[in-house]
């Protein structure tokens, strides 16, 4: 008993100076380190931005509205009755437009946040993406197929619930598809990895082109939709109808948090601890599968918010994922939040694409993160 409590202590201080060393490589500052902060405050921090984003967006529009009259609107359906007046357009416009669109961008956001986090953590590799690996680029051609080829298939146009599970056997099968091509030598190679989502991405490309030349014309402004990205379609309908999806993805990756810490030692090391790694990585491909799939299914192609949130956090916090999962979760709402705002406002009266906004700071932190990192290969 007392060697075997010895070999696991071993293996627990083996394994706690393993994260410490890949605090600087998983944020990617390498030889700088990187600021670390208590997990408690950065996630009141972040929990509290939240707030002011789900405020600021219910307010914003061609209709300004005070947080005071965004209160009242939503405690009119409560049977109470606030200080603040409103009248009942107003409130229409609060419940029946701002309130489902707010929520949708918190449950995509979160969802591809926590989905970036979750895949970085299985191919322990801090530039994978849903949208860079083809996962996002395999759910958006299934969905476009259900639009396109719904009425023929289910003789009706595709419910809220039947456009998630084609998108999620889309991200699934693409997601599957770059895990195999990744393994060599029973490792994960970042380069074939990254190989394989621009091969997939431009196959689902053609894919949905295909799909757009067949398409009717409101089929055509649907397929729009999904190749910009936005968050215009959002309903009460839409969002009871993809957030199961979204709220069972976010509930398993969550729960994997120490299993995904263990990971990040090699699956080895972490079979020695007792982890069923064929197990964990059947989960964790997935959960991300669905949170990429009902994202895409229900705000179309939105690019980078699954990239930038966690590495953000990594840098903050290091890399234990019991703080980085729902840190993640709460920076990907804020900043869909924040990036709907600034599309519905910034060329008012008419709206820009929410992907759009997402690339045009995405791309270039992308191509920081890439710099950031190059000491680190070697270059």
């Known amino acids: ?75 009119q359906p409560l049977g109470l009755t606030l ?6 357009q107003d409130a229409g416009v609060v419940l029946g437009l701002r309130l489902p669109r707010a929520l949708l961008a918190v449950l995509t956001g979160s969802g591809l946040a926590v989905s970036g986090a979750a895949l970085q953590a299985l191919f322990r590799n801090p530039l994978a993406d849903p949208a860079l690996l083809g996962v996002s680029g395999g759910a958006a051609f299934f969905a476009a197929g259900a639009i396109v080829l719904g009425g023929t298939l289910f003789g009706t146009a595709p419910s809220p619930h039947v456009l998630p599970a084609c998108a999620f056997l889309g991200a699934l099968l693409a997601t599957a598809i770059v895990w195999r091509c990744a393994q060599a030598g029973g490792r994960t190679v970042t380069g074939l990895m990254l190989l394989a989502g621009l091969a997939l991405n431009a196959l689902a490309g053609a894919g949905t082109g295909l799909l757009t030349f067949i398409a009717t014309d409101a089929q055509l402004r649907s397929l729009t939709f999904w190749s910009l990205g936005s968050l215009a379609g959002a309903t009460r309908g839409v969002v009871a109808g993809v957030a199961p999806f979204l709220l069972v993805a976010l509930l398993l990756l969550l729960r994997s948090a120490g299993a995904l810490n263990a990971l990040l030692l090699g699956e080895a090391e972490a079979g020695h601890l007792g982890l069923d790694v064929k197990r964990l990585t059947r989960r964790i491909v997935a959960a991300s599968a669905l949170a990429a799939g009902a994202s895409v299914a229900a705000a179309g192609m939105i690019g980078f918010v699954g990239l ?13 994922h019991r703080a980085l999962l729902p840190g993640s979760a709460l920076l990907g709402a ?6 709907d705002v600034l599309a519905r406002t910034v060329v008012a009266p008419a709206e820009l694409p929410i992907g759009i906004l997402t690339a045009l700071v995405g791309a270039p932190a992308f191509l920081a993160l890439l710099l950031r990192r190059r000491a680190d290969w070697g270059a």
Do not use: K, N
């Not at 060393?21 to 009141?44: N, T, W, Y």
């Not at 930038?308 to 234990?320: K, S």
């Not at 804020?334 to 990036?339: D, F």
């Open 334 to 339: 804020a900043l869909l939040l924040l990036a």
């Open 83 to 88: 200080p603040w007046a409103i009248g009942p």
């Open 1 to 75: 008993m007392t060697r075997s409590h010895g070999m696991a202590a071993q293996a627990l201080g083996r394994w706690r100076g393993r994260l410490r060393e890949l605090a600087g490589a998983c944020s990617g500052g390498g030889r700088s380190g990187g600021i670390r902060l208590a997990p408690r405050p950065v996630l009141l921090a972040l929990a509290a931005l939240l707030a002011g984003a789900f405020a600021l967006s219910l307010a914003s529009g061609a209709v300004p509205l005070g947080v005071g009259q965004v209160l009242a609107a939503l405690a």
């Open 308 to 320: 930038l949130a966690p590495h953000l956090l990594r840098v903050l916090l290091g890399p234990d």
